[in-house]
């Protein structure tokens, strides 16, 4: 039930603020004497509030062999506590009335709970109890070891996309961590440790390596004196200090074809691209997230009317940029070719839709019609607090911080044509380029 | 030491959970439209969801039917291409999803309430659902685009099962037929056929129109009026036939090369206005529905470290929906997850839950009742199907004193009135085993 929160890719990029000054989340941040930070988001339109607590530990600190670590302790953080045993944990929050679970990522690890609002402190309480006091017993790892294989199993082997997405993220990351697969490798699963999770849970779910996130019903100070009651109290502890990985930005052209039991035939194309958190030019990561938002923000975007309708040479494409990570991303495409078409013929039309637009830019009808669009999704986002704590968790664990929420609209209505063309000059180039294609063999059955 | 923190919270809280539910306004339309509207000033957005009583169990015998209609729906309209229409939406911010299931198919129009941004959003949306041209050549792609996502459901083990599962259990009841259709249904379909689907189905008197957001009632009305004006006019679709019950056990595999064996066990169990619902929702939240909780989840995830996943659901519909257990797990354990789910399903049918386990699933209820509330998203869904299914305006009011109202005998009853453990369908699909696993 832990939803593993694979691919950040996929997560509809990114952060958008408010479009006018009415709307601005008023959000507030605290930090706690042992190093934790708490931020608030007020939204007092329903009687409910979400607490998560993000650490800034995911499959991207992996050191090879290790793979999957985070993700099967985020499993093990169910297994309970000298106070809470067992799964006191999932039944208190049940019988609250609450829902709860938790994601693994590249960058962080992440636990939440949504729950009436005057519930929170019990949230909170069981949230810093299994911070400091989790019981890693060898007999619940051996089982639930099992259930992540399980779980790799269902979403990854049994998925051929996703299996040669897998694949395909070694080459299309050849250094840097991002290519570790966020459920771990199978061999790495089977020689994972309990040892080796106490480690890791002593290393990385210190206070200060900490961000409690909470948003909804609540007022800001009253939040900080329960996180100070809850939290407060654990000793601080320092962090180790990761080196920021190595990663090759332009590792030149690279191609992986893949065949395996499937029915259908598909493309992606990956460019390394920076992030927010990685971009020399701080305007780059908001063109390329209007770039993505012209190529593939809707039926009138250019993927969906020039390759499934015009050329009906794709039944579906997509574009995708995250512009929320640790380290340098990708700006991505995936398509299937259209009936009777090939991977190549759709391999070399998506890469002239490159060219085009890199030689000829963008209209400032398509310009406004994507800017637009993203300015409008960020106010529907406000429509869920879930997701807004979670844009705050992901902008605090990518080390870019919550802030930059705020700046959102304002940079992305600054974004010129010219900047959209220089980034896709700039980053969608063959040596940054790599070009995976799933080739369906079938498969023996039964 | 839990027992105190508890204790102090849990009464306090279900007198002020009523709040949280917003009042609802509804009207029926001359056309025979049914509109249903909360106004909501917290955004200033709006969200409108048509459904028309037009899913998959009106294909007839051209399984894909519904759902390549409505696929259609924005692909040329009033002789605007695909691109003039979505680029109107998308050049106002407005975001428009259509989808189709076994009894609706739906159109969900999210628009910012500017004026001019509205105006141009319902003004098109109006276009879409009144002016379809179905081109001839947007009709050839949809349908071959179909094709392919067919290919998608013949490399998912979780697909095949579901299409298998669905047809063991319904026949040849329209609900036996998948809503994405075969290759061989596809392939007679016609865009005649597509035309006259659209004319009977999507008509005024077969709509439900919900409206959530920042406009008062008059905007309301005027819209509901403006877009089910557009609509062909005509009455709503006759009654789905009633369910036959198989009336014995069944048990299939479908062969398929997985590393796991996906297992579906289950049958056709209630009706959307069942009076059982209540009690059966309480039921299956113990059972299976509560998440890590429930007793299927925690037996074959915490217990043996079985499967990641393990559930109970069920979906109640115009006509009985199913109730499926479901799970997937090694295939060499594929016997045994089998037994451990007859087993708890067999215990929990007789016996019933505990006191201890209503209490806790009635608590997580109610005590999670505002959580379905708290978005103007969240809101348009209930008053669609409160409309599409003609539930009680105050189904929303009444919903917590009626899981409170639940008692132990009632689950129990409920549950042996729709479930006859004789006569379950069971689907694994996964590789044939040589010889059963011991």
């Known amino acids: ?154 979403r990854t082997e049994d998925n051929p996309i996703a299996l040669a997405l897998e694949h395909f993220n070694t080459i299309a990351y050849p250094l840097s961590p991002y290519r570790n697969p966020i459920v771990g490798w199978m061999e790495d699963l089977e020689a994972l440790t309990v040892a ?41 502890r320092a962090t180790p200090k990761q080196r920021k990985p190595v990663t090759l930005t332009s590792p030149g052209s690279r191609r992986l074809e893949l065949s395996l039991p499937a029915e259908l035939p598909y493309l992606a194309i990956s460019f390394q691209a920076p992030s927010i958190a990685t971009a020399s030019e701080d305007w780059e990561p908001y063109a390329l997230t209007v770039l993505a938002g012209i190529l593939d923000g809707g039926e009138s975007a250019r993927l969906p009317s020039e390759l499934v309708r015009g050329q009906e040479i794709a039944a579906g494409v997509s574009a995708s940029y995250s512009a929320v990570a640790r380290l340098d991303g990708q700006f991505s495409f995936g398509a299937y070719p259209a009936r009777g078409r090939s991977l190549h013929e759709l391999e070399a039309a998506l890469l002239e839709q490159i060219a085009r637009l890199q030689e000829e830019g963008v209209s400032t009808d398509e310009l406004e019609r994507a800017k637009n669009q993203m300015i409008a999704d960020h106010l529907y986002q406000l429509d869920s607090i879930f997701y807004q704590a979670m844009q705050i968790g992901l902008l605090e664990t990518a080390g870019i911080g919550w802030q930059k929420l705020l700046e959102f609209e304002e940079r992305i209505r600054a974004v010129t044509a010219e900047q959209v063309q220089t980034v896709a000059r700039r980053y969608l180039t063959e040596p940054r380029r790599a070009i995976l294609h799933l080739n369906p063999i079938s498969g023996e059955q039964g | 030491m839990r027992h105190r923190l508890l204790s102090f919270f849990l009464f306090a809280l279900l007198p ?48 894909g039917l519904a759902r390549l209609t409505n696929a259609l729906l924005d692909q040329g309209n009033g002789g605007q291409d695909a691109g003039e229409v979505a680029f109107r939406l998308e050049s106002v911010g407005a975001r428009l999803s259509g989808g189709s299931e076994r009894d609706m198919a739906w159109l969900h129009l999210r628009s910012l309430t500017e004026p001019q941004a509205l105006e141009q959003a319902v003004d098109t949306l109006a276009l879409i659902v009144g002016k379809p041209d179905f081109p001839p050549a947007a009709f050839e792609r949809e349908r071959s685009r179909m094709l392919v996502g067919l290919q998608a459901v013949h490399q998912s083990p979780d697909e095949l099962g579901n299409r298998a599962f669905y047809r063991a259990l319904y026949g040849n009841h329209p609900y036996g037929s998948p809503p994405d259709g075969t290759e061989e249904s596809l392939a007679r379909i016609e865009r005649q056929h597509v035309i006259d689907f659209y004319n009977r189905y999507y008509s005024s008197g077969n709509v439900v129109i919900a409206i959530v957001g920042a406009i008062d009632r008059a905007q309301a009305e005027a819209l509901a009026e403006r877009i089910s004006g557009a609509l062909p006019q005509g009455p709503a679709a006759p009654p789905l036939p009633p369910v036959t019950p198989r009336g014995e056990r069944h048990e299939e595999q479908v062969p398929f090369n997985s590393a796991q064996t996906h297992i579906l066990i289950g049958q056709p169990a209630l009706k959307r206005d069942d009076e059982d619902i209540f009690a059966f929702m309480v039921g299956n939240h113990v059972l299976g529905g509560g998440g890590l909780v429930s007793l299927l989840t925690s037996t074959m995830r915490d217990k043996h470290g079985l499967s990641y996943s393990t559930s109970s659901h069920f979906v109640p519909s115009a006509q009985p929906g199913p109730f499926v257990i479901s799970t997937q797990v090694r295939n060499d354990s594929a016997d045994r997850a089998i037994e451990v789910l007859r087993e708890v399903f067999l215990d929990f049918l007789h016996n019933g839950p505990t006191p201890r386990q209503l209490e806790l699933a009635k608590r997580n209820i109610t005590g999670g009742f505002p959580l379905n509330l708290n978005s103007n998203r969240k809101i348009v869904g209930y008053l669609s199907s409160i409309g599409f299914y003609r539930l009680p305006l105050d189904y929303l009011d009444t919903y917590l004193e009626r899981i409170e109202a639940v008692t132990a005998e009632d689950v129990r009853r409920a549950f042996q009135r729709h479930i006859d453990p004789d006569t379950l369908v069971i689907v694994r699909v996964g590789p044939q085993q040589e010889a059963p696993a011991q």
Not at chain 1, 201 to 217: C, E, F, H, K, M
Not at chain 2, 28 to 53: C, K, M, Q, W
Request: proline share 5%; glycine share 6%; net charge neutral.
């Open chain 1, 1 to 154: 039930m832990h939803r593993l929160l694979f691919i950040v890719l996929v997560l509809l990029a990114l952060p958008l603020t408010a479009a006018s000054a009415a709307e601005r989340p008023q959000i507030q941040e605290f930090m706690l004497k042992n190093g934790m930070k708490v931020v608030v988001r007020p939204d007092h339109r329903a009687p409910v509030v979400v607490s998560m607590v993000w650490y800034r530990i995911g499959s991207s600190y992996e050191e090879p062999g290790l793979t999957g670590i985070s993700h099967v302790l985020e499993h093990m953080m169910f297994k309970g506590t000298t106070r809470y045993p067992g799964g006191e944990f999932s039944r208190i929050i049940a019988e609250q009335g609450g829902r709860e679970n938790a994601f693994t990522g590249r960058d962080f690890t992440a636990y939440f709970q949504q729950l009436a609002a005057d519930r929170l402190p019990i949230a909170l309480e069981l949230e810093a109890d299994r911070m400091r006091n989790l019981r890693l017993r060898e007999e619940d790892f051996r089982s639930e070891v099992q259930v992540v294989m399980e779980e790799r199993r269902l």
């Open chain 1, 196 to 236: 080796d999770l106490q480690r890791w849970y002593q290393r990385w779910y210190t206070p200060s390596n900490a961000i409690l996130v909470v948003a909804g019903d609540v007022e800001p100070q009253e939040v900080l004196r329960l996180a100070e009651r809850h939290f407060g109290r654990i000793p601080a």
């Open chain 2, 16 to 63: 002020g959970l009523a709040l949280a539910v917003p009042p609802i306004q509804h009207w029926t339309l001359d056309n025979g439209a049914r509109a249903y509207f909360v106004e909501s000033h917290n955004l200033p957005i709006v969200d409108i969801r048509l459904t028309f009583d037009a899913g998959g169990a009106r294909d007839g015998t051209l399984a």
